[in-house]
């Protein structure tokens, strides 16, 4: 099992001290393979205690095993290779995965909304942001695009509780986003976060989240390629359950 599958398991058992350790392991991995223990510890800000707790916690016994754990991961990213039939396979998993999922309320907000106010925390998100504007646009929903802190929290004045806040990262974790998204909750709009896994900082503070799975080509370090085309299909799939509920209440209206 790879270190995120175990982060994913046991997300909700860790605490914040915990969650920020989980969050600076991801952007450490290699470093972490050259340091002992206490080293690794210091690396991450909390007490080695800290750090062989949170280890036992996500499912391992020593140290030693977390670093083989985490070289594991490290070893299959890198020898990731772009295999057509593999990528294929793994979109069709995800499309099935996404199908499964329960829309009804995600797509009632939507449906209720008076403004969808959409935020992404890069240059992929903001496309993906720009494609759900240019959909719900064509179905007569207003959108409306923010680009950073400070414009969000002038918009805010105007958020209400029939209004939709939509952010989009990646990872969930995003200074940025987190500290955006907290002024957010402040107000009475309902949030939804679309990320790439299910348990993250950003998805826990919001009343919805979609997420779905990416798929990371690489040959080496400098020549890699992150997948994100499942969040189009996504996006494909929300379009369809908003325009099966829109269509429930025209007729519910209609009788």
């Known amino acids: 099992m790879n270190f995120s599958r175990m982060v994913d398991m046991n997300y909700l058992y860790l605490t914040e001290t915990e969650k920020n350790a989980v ?4 952007q450490n991995k290699n470093d972490i393979q050259q340091k002992n223990s206490t080293e690794t510890a210091k690396l991450l800000g909390v007490s080695r205690a800290t750090l062989i707790r949170l280890i036992k916690k996500l499912g391992m016994s020593s140290y030693m095993e977390f670093q083989i754990v985490l070289k594991q991961e490290m070893d299959m990213t890198a020898k990731s290779r772009v295999d057509m039939e593999s990528v294929a396979k793994d979109y069709h998993n995800m499309i099935e995965t996404i199908k499964k999922y329960d829309y009804n309320e995600i797509c009632g907000q939507i449906y209720m909304a008076d403004t969808i106010y959409l935020y992404g925390t890069g240059n992929e998100q903001k496309a993906i942001a720009e494609e759900f504007k240019r959909i719900f646009l064509i179905m007569g929903k207003w959108c ?18 029939k209004d939709l806040f939509i952010a989009i990262s990646l990872s969930g974790e995003n200074k940025e986003v987190l500290d955006i998204m907290g002024m957010v909750c402040e107000t009475k ?8 896994w299910n348990n993250n900082s950003l998805a826990r503070i919001t009343e ?5 799975g990416t798929k990371l080509l690489s040959k080496d370090e400098q020549d890699s390629y ?7 299909i996504l996006l494909d799939i929300l379009s369809a359950k908003y325009l099966e509920l829109k269509e429930n209440k025209t007729s519910t209206t209609k009788n």
Not at 23 to 26: C, H
Not at 144 to 152: A, K
Not at 208 to 212: G, S
């Open 226 to 232: 992150e997948m994100i085309t499942a969040f189009y």
């Open 23 to 26: 969050r600076k392991i991801r």
């Open 144 to 161: 409306v695009d923010l680009f950073d802190y400070g414009e969000i929290e002038f918009a805010a004045k105007k958020f209400s509780d």
């Open 208 to 212: 919805n989240n979609l997420y779905v």
């Open 189 to 196: 709009i309902h949030t939804l976060s679309v990320t790439r």
